[in-house]
């Protein structure tokens, strides 16, 4: 135990031995016997370490890896070839035998699973040697340049795969230990949670998934091995029909019950998309979708059975963004990298036909250089760099704006200038990000709108009224408390503040407040509208607190009043819904509104 805890963390504590255990808990839950899958594949280890090492899991990535390498070297090959200067025409005969040689050997890899074989052949791959003829002395070295590319592709390989054989097997022995004692760890983990979550009266997503399928299915031996019970044979007759969306996001189990609650397969209707796959770290599994869509036919009234219909018409997308999303998913995407071969089956297809083409206009990459100063943090430099890219899109969109460039309106379908509301920033994470470009695009005077809740609570009309609720709910939180003092609503200066304070140190601010009560009339004022709201807090649900907040302090005219008050307007009232929304929950009072903001 100790050596498989050791093996699996760092030098100062277990959390590497943990965080692995949690990876390997989250990554067989999805499926339908999650420990019976880990005891299946640590048993599966024994015979891997016994076996030829090209036919393990690890040894087939390393052949995938070989031919790769050798291919690439044959491409390179392949294009000196076709364009050798005719001046070096005299060492035609040798490129070409680099590329026979090359292809020989390709098929050799491919065609056999014997390590010692693979490796015997790229010990003794060898090119002929570069002959010594007449030619233009740069004509060969550009020659002799553009051979080199290739021409050490097998020692780049030897220099981990000579040792392999003995590395994997030794491997494998290894991990079978560390695989047998770790399926015996999450055993018992299993049992102990089973058993606290009976205790507390609780099941989570999980269990509703498993318990489900030990309902409908029984003799399970692997996913198209099972029959259905007798309970799912009579549910099956309730449904008609059975459709699945995001079908490129479900994992094992789920697509599991989905089987099982059909009538054999043929009343379920399925839709996906595997590029719009985004779930796999919550374990989705794209290959159900993918092999679903490679095994049906293509729809054809002449064939009953086909099943497939192909959904390749864009409706929201001008034609210049399908052609460039066509071109660089084309370009980048394989069965390899992305899972599928983006080709014409995959493709989009512009179906928007009511945008005026005129108005159409090609896609651009814009490419920033910066002589920025790196020294500092690596932080400090990324979000310097980010800043930079914040003001040159804070300048295209002015372009945008400026030039009145023309869009159309959907509602309309008339074409008009386009405005703020009808562009859009996608950043792949918005986290530390979202506020940066926001308070550039705000001192430039663009109105902003953002949907993440980071962004959104940090606002500073969201900020006031949450600070508020919380000195509401506990006066004794300085930061709220001056926050709260300090805004619009009540109006407190720096200087008044540090009088409060000056007035009785060492306690908390709200004492100080009170103290201060007493000769200061402002200070009596905010303590009886606080102690006001604070009866009103165990009276009213939270969003009627929050609409009685709004009219009293006036705080709605008082935002709209400011810098794109029209949006921190909308932004109260979104404040409100959500409010709203809480209320629908089983939890109520101020407090646990608090909680529920923070989470």
Known sequence: FLKTVEQ???????????DTLKKIWWSIISQPYPLESLKKYADDLSSY???????????????????????????????????????????????????????????????????????????N???????TKKCEKDIKEFIKNEREKYRTVNKDILSFFDTLKVDIQADYTQMQEYAHLIYEVLSDFSKAFAKEKINRGLIDFNDIEH??????????????????????????????????????????????????????????????DIK????????????????????????????????????????????????????????????????????SGEALAFGAEYYDKKYDAPIEADILISNLNTEGSEEDLDVNLFKIECKHIASRIKEIINNKTPVMDKQSGNIRPAGYRDIVILLRNLKNRGEVLEQVLNEEGIPTYSDTES???GREEISIILSLLQVIDNPLQDTHLISVMRSPIFGFTSDELAEIRLCKTAVPFYE???????????????????EEYRICSKNMSIDKLLYYIYEDTSFMSIVGAMTNGALRQANLQLLYDYARKYEETEFKGIFNFNNYIER
């Open 125 to 131: 791959f060898k090119f002929d040697r570069f002959p």
């Open 49 to 123: 370490s016994s076996m030829d090492p090209l036919l393990t899991p690890h040894g087939k990535i390393i052949k995938d890896y070989i031919l790769d390498s050798l291919t690439n070297a044959a491409e390179l090959s392949r294009s000196l070839c076709e364009k050798l200067p005719q001046e070096g025409v005299v060492f035609k005969d040798l490129l070409y035998s680099d590329n026979r040689k090359i292809t020989e050997l390709i098929n050799i890899v491919k065609n056999t699973n014997s390590y010692d074989i693979v490796a015997d052949n790229i010990k």
């Open 455 to 457: 962004v959104f609570f």
């Open 512 to 530: 100080a407040v009170e103290e201060m009560s007493r000769t200061s009339v402002k200070c009596k004022t905010f303590i009886d509208k606080l």
């Open 8 to 18: 699996f963390s760092g030098t100062k504590n277990d959390k590497g031995f943990i």
């Open 276 to 343: 719009q796959s985004i779930y796999r770290f919550r374990e989705a599994c794209p290959d159900i979708f993918s092999k679903k869509k490679d095994c049906f036919k293509e729809v054809d009234k002449k064939d009953p059975n086909a099943a497939k219909i192909i959904l390749s018409k864009n409706f929201r997308s001008r034609e210049s963004i399908i052609d460039g999303i066509n071109y660089i998913f084309k370009t980048i995407m394989s069965k390899k990298l992305g899972e599928l071969d983006y080709d």
């Open 211 to 272: 318990f489900a399928l030990r309902l409908l299915v029984k003799n399970y031996i692997n996913e198209d091995t099972y029959e259905k019970s007798d309970i799912a044979k009579e549910l099956s007759l309730q449904f008609k029909e059975i459709y699945v969306d995001e079908y490129q996001d479900t994992n094992v189990i789920q697509d599991l019950i989905f089987r099982a609650l059909s009538r054999d397969e043929k009343n379920i209707f399925m839709v996906g």
